[in-house]
């Protein structure tokens, strides 16, 4: 099974400023300032080992994760980075048969459907896209996103293929050899994690989630539903004082995910949905407050702990 991040942010599209830019430039700078004469070899070699962090960008588009298992493409949320996913497919896949997508939805926020009117694929007639939906009218809310008053093409118009699959809580269906079972999440409107098993392999997307319910049922519940992931995709999109203070806001906080994923045997834990205004070092502040958070509770660990960031590709 492969795993490819599209979409990484929470709530909004978030470019990068030309401030954030210039501070990783200057840092970059100071990385070479005790140097008298430094070459193009020094500063290209620094680019190629130096983390996005540093000299990238963790990403600015919305939700959307791609994941390849037993030849079949599932998408995972339809935020504004499937536009560059449909690019990709569109250059890189045999279309001549046309595209089968199997397109899961964890609920129909802006952030995890505003990529769909510009997802190049759903234009060709050829192509397939089965949409997956534990909440009802899935094809009403797309059609309203593209109603006339807010965009030029209607959902009709776009000449694809489209089957609208309802599907129930906590179903389990199959496609091919995987299977994808689904669990509520406790989120404004009502959000859905998916849980993906094929070849001995599981991975789980849960975003959009805020933990409130600290009841040994609630915990368990979920504690079953990551159990021995691969990897599980966590909302953290605020940090644990956050967390506190913006209660019914339905997010959750990196380090809930660290004690979720120790108690459900997980391997790795990417910390996904990023909050859109944080600047990628203090995104990775979470990132490292996780990690000493893990180091001190959980000593003996060997749990994974990485940012979700654009274009980062995992094979399980
Ligand atoms: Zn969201
Ligand atoms: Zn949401």
């Known amino acids: ?155 009709d118009s776009m000449s694809s293929k489209k089957e609208f699959v309802q599907i129930a809580h906590k179903q389990t269906i199959s496609i091919g050899n995987v299977t994808v079972s689904n669990i509520p999440l406790y989120h404004p409107g009502g959000s859905f994690g998916f849980r993906v098993e094929c070849g001995g392999k599981v991975f789980v997307y849960a975003t959009d989630s805020e933990y409130k319910d600290q009841s040994r049922e609630a915990v368990t519940q979920n504690s079953k539903f990551f159990r021995d992931a691969d990897l599980l995709v966590f909302d953290a999109q605020y940090t644990f004082e956050e967390s506190i203070h913006k209660e019914d806001w339905g997010h959750s906080s990196a380090l809930i995910g660290v004690d979720f994923a120790m108690d459900a045997n997980v391997k790795r834990l990417a910390l996904f949905h990023h909050e859109p205004e944080r600047d990628d070092f203090e995104i990775y502040e979470i990132l490292k407050k996780s990690l000493d958070y893990k180091r001190i509770n959980y000593p003996e660990s060997k749990l994974e702990i990485l940012l979700a960031t654009e274009d980062l590709e995992i094979e399980l």
């Not at 970059?28 to 130096?50: G, I, P, T």
């Not at 995972?76 to 980075?81: A, I, K, R, T």
Request: hydrophobic letters at 40%.
């Open 1 to 155: 099974m492969r795993v490819r991040f599209w979409g990484v942010r929470g709530s909004i599209p978030t470019p990068p400023t030309s401030e954030q830019i210039r501070a990783k430039i200057l840092k970059a700078f100071k990385n070479f300032s005790s140097e008298k004469d430094f070459n193009l070899n020094q500063v290209e070699e620094y680019l190629m080992h130096s983390s996005v962090v540093d000299t990238g960008f963790i990403g600015g588009n919305t939700s959307c994760i791609e994941v390849r298992a037993d030849d079949k493409i599932l998408i995972f949320d339809m935020g504004s980075g499937l536009k560059r996913l449909g690019n990709h497919l569109l250059k890189h896949e045999k279309t001549k048969n046309g595209l089968e997508l199997h397109i899961f939805m964890s609920h129909t926020h802006w952030d995890h459907i505003l990529g769909l009117p510009f997802f190049v694929p759903a234009f060709f007639p050829n192509n397939k896209l089965i949409f997956y939906s534990v909440h009802r009218n899935l094809r009403d809310r797309l059609e309203t996103q593209q109603d006339y008053r807010f965009f030029p093409v209607s959902l």
